[in-house]
């Protein structure tokens, strides 16, 4: 069975500094990664979709990469702003009907 | 503004009650799906539609009954519920080749069951 782990659940940051987030996934066999983005009570907000045959992604201040291998996934956002204070997701795609399997998140704050 | 548009944000429900939640997309996409978020859990899959057909359902129970008259247009009737019940449901449509494309979400419908 799928297993999405984040690490770590939350983070808090300054602003202008980098933000790291992790997801790990025990089975490789994963037909592409999608990052999100969840403001609280929102929905989710598409950041990036990586492919199982990509190594990584790239839209404005964020880049996400892909180590199918190992089981990892990494999203980058550059120079954090208070704005960016939301819950990432990631989730891997573990079937041909899209069906999403979840991480529980990293809450992110993003201190002025 | 997604494409994918949830309705009601908001319901109160009493266990005994019948009510619905409605979706409907506006990208041309084939494949709909409901999921479900509790506090402090991870969202979980509840039903996927693609072309109006169920292609799963992930063991959820009956008093959870979808329905899907058309590619624009998902439902989740519920009757019945138990105040574990109580969570957000989240709406999502994705275009024809679910393998390679993204899921689009709605802003979810915050339901509470009494």
């Known amino acids: 069975k799928q297993e999405v782990t984040q690490i770590p659940a939350a983070l808090s940051v300054p602003e202008g500094e980098n933000l790291v987030l992790n997801c790990s996934f025990t089975d490789s066999a994963i037909y592409n990664l999608q990052w999100f983005r969840q403001d609280p009570g929102k929905g989710l907000t598409s950041l990036l979709l990586?492919?199982?045959?990509?190594r990584e992604q790239t839209s404005g201040r964020l880049n996400a990469s892909l180590d199918k291998s190992s089981g990892r996934s990494t999203l980058y956002i550059a120079a954090s702003q208070p704005g960016d204070s939301a819950t990432y997701l990631c989730a891997v795609t573990t079937d041909s009907w899209g069906k999403l399997q979840f991480g529980a998140g990293t809450q992110v704050v993003v201190t002025p | 503004e997604t494409g994918v548009t949830q309705t009601p944000r908001h319901l109160v429900m009493g266990m005994t009650n019948k009510k619905s939640l409605k979706c409907e997309q506006h990208l041309g996409h084939n494949a709909m799906y409901w999921y479900k978020q509790s506090a402090k859990k991870p969202l979980e899959l509840m039903f996927v539609y693609s072309l109006e057909e169920r292609v799963e359902n992930n063991s959820v129970p009956s008093r959870f009954s979808p329905e899907c008259p058309n590619s624009s247009h998902l439902f989740l009737h519920l009757h019945t519920l138990q105040p574990e019940d109580s969570a957000l449901y989240l709406c999502?449509?994705?275009?024809?080749?679910?393998?390679?494309?993204?899921?689009?979400f709605g802003e979810g419908s915050r339901l509470t069951v009494l």
């Open positions: 999502a449509s994705s275009p024809d080749d679910v393998n390679t494309g993204e899921l689009f």
């Open positions: 990586i492919q199982s045959s990509q």
